[in-house]
């Protein structure tokens, strides 16, 4: 699992988001962007968070370090904004803190990555749907003169239906994935060379990736009445659209 650190002090709200991440310190003397599970999008945010992220790691994209953060009651009881206090308190227990990157800022276009990192997010974008990397919200930053990958819980967004429908890997690997807003369209390569690569690393990374998240976050259904039958879920979902690339994988400059 992520490693777990204790946040001691919240320090402030980042109010871009529509889930209104805060700033906090943490036991380990780290700073961290914390996501809360309390927010509007719920645990399945969190999770997506850490999938897509360490699936990125694992490709080599820069990705700020995760952590698991435990948030003390206690710490609620003194902030003085109502909003603020009722994420706070819906968020008692294990939430998940983002590596802070003193500095940094947003993509503008500046400093654009190389063709080939940029082709590498495209495709980690494709295969895991994620739909919010367009110039309207790049969730991308610049630090050290270098582009970090963040923002990643709008991915995986069929896990939403699960309560509902169940697990249906094939419907995942079918979906196809609209590259013509992406930020990085103008920058890329075509990630199709890149797919068997990347694909082969995805295939042997995915269960320790999967390990990363917490149990507690994995929420059961009728159809997955425990945290590995949710992993189960994730894990044969992602490898069946690993498997169907021909349904999403964008042909850039074909």
Same mark, same amino acid.
Not at 139 to 155: K, P, Y
């Given at each position: 699992?992520?490693?777990?650190?204790?946040?001691? &002090?919240? =320090? #402030?709200?980042?109010?871009?988001?529509?889930?209104?991440?805060?700033?906090? $310190?943490?036991? @380990? +003397?780290? !700073?961290?962007?914390?996501?809360?599970?309390?927010?509007?999008?719920?645990?399945?945010?969190?999770?997506?968070?850490?999938?897509?992220?360490?699936?990125?790691?694992?490709?080599?994209?820069?990705?700020?370090?995760? &952590?698991? =953060? #435990?948030?003390?009651?206690?710490?609620?009881?003194?902030?003085?904004?109502? $909003?603020?206090? @009722? +994420?706070? !308190?819906?968020?008692?227990?294990?939430?998940?803190?983002?590596?802070?990157?003193?500095?940094?800022?947003?993509?503008?276009?500046?400093?654009?990555?190389?063709?080939?990192?940029?082709?590498?997010?495209?495709?980690?974008?494709?295969? #895991?749907?994620?739909?919010?990397?367009?110039?309207?919200?790049?969730?991308?930053?610049?630090?050290?003169?270098?582009?970090?990958?963040?923002?990643?819980?709008?991915?995986?967004?069929?896990?939403?239906?699960?309560?509902?429908?169940?697990?249906?890997?094939?419907?995942?690997?079918?979906?196809?994935?609209?590259?013509?807003?992406?930020?990085?369209?103008?920058?890329?390569?075509?990630?199709?060379?890149?797919?068997?690569?990347?694909?082969?690393?995805?295939?042997?990374?995915?269960?320790?990736?999967?390990?990363?998240?917490?149990?507690?976050?994995?929420?059961?259904?009728?159809?997955?009445?425990?945290?590995?039958?949710?992993?189960?879920?994730?894990?044969?979902?992602?490898?069946?659209?690993?498997?169907?690339?021909?349904?999403?994988?964008?042909?850039?400059?074909?």
């Amino acid at each position: 699992m992520l490693e777990t650190v204790q946040a001691i &002090r919240y =320090v #402030t709200p980042l109010r871009e988001g529509g889930s209104l991440p805060g700033i906090v $310190e943490a036991d @380990d +003397l780290g !700073t961290y962007v914390m996501k809360f599970r309390g927010a509007g999008q719920g645990l399945k945010a969190l999770v997506a968070e850490v999938i897509v992220a360490e699936i990125g790691r694992m490709i080599g994209l820069r990705v700020p370090d995760l &952590r698991a =953060v #435990t948030l003390d009651a206690r710490i609620a009881k003194y902030e003085a904004d109502q $909003e603020v206090q @009722d +994420l706070l !308190t819906a968020s008692v227990g294990l939430n998940l803190g983002v590596d802070f990157l003193p500095g940094s800022f947003g993509y503008d276009g500046s400093v654009p990555p190389t063709p080939r990192e940029a082709a590498k997010v495209l495709w980690l974008d494709a295969f #895991t749907a994620n739909v919010d990397r367009t110039w309207s919200n790049p969730n991308l930053l610049v630090w050290h003169g270098r582009m970090w990958a963040i923002d990643h819980g709008a991915a995986l967004y069929f896990h939403h239906s699960w309560p509902n429908r169940g697990p249906d890997p094939a419907r995942f690997a079918s979906q196809p994935f609209d590259a013509s807003e992406h930020v990085l369209l103008e920058v890329t390569d075509n990630p199709s060379p890149l797919h068997h690569d990347l694909a082969v690393i995805v295939k042997g990374a995915l269960p320790g990736v999967l390990d990363q998240v917490p149990d507690e976050w994995l929420e059961p259904s009728d159809a997955m009445p425990d945290a590995e039958a949710v992993r189960t879920a994730y894990r044969l979902s992602l490898l069946a659209r690993l498997d169907n690339s021909s349904a999403w994988l964008p042909q850039v400059g074909s």
